[in-house]
């Protein structure tokens, strides 16, 4: 068995969540934080078995699409000031597959 982290923009947390019921994928959903631009995004944990972890991998690509934007950073609080908007490449999705040793569900 096996964990999966995936981390997506807000944006695509919506679609992705949709595309997870319809492949039967359960996820838990928590809303996190980024740093650089302290943008909202969200991350999910999904157990899934080793074979299974491909397809679901597939599935987060599919809904999680890199976009470039410009965003004003607030980069306040590391001592930098910027008065204009920086060209970022936003969305995506950052997953980390990590073994799982055991798995016991209440």
Not at 3 to 11: E, G, N, S, T, Y
Not at 26 to 42: I, P, Q, W
Not at 52 to 81: C, F, H, M, W
Request: glycine share 6%; proline share 4%.
């Amino acid at each position: 068995m096996k964990l999966i982290i995936a981390i997506v923009q807000k944006d695509d947390s919506n679609k992705l969540q949709r595309a997870f019921v319809k492949n039967n994928i359960r996820a838990t959903k928590l809303a996190t934080t980024g740093g650089f631009l302290s943008e909202g995004n969200s991350t999910f944990l999904i157990g899934t078995p080793d074979e299974q972890v491909d397809s679901v991998l597939e599935v987060i690509k599919s809904k999680s699409e890199a976009r470039e934007e410009y965003v004003q950073p607030n980069l306040i609080s590391t001592g930098l000031e910027m008065d204009y908007p920086v060209k970022v490449t936003v969305g995506g999705a950052t997953c980390f597959v990590v073994p799982v040793d055991q798995f016991k569900q209440f």
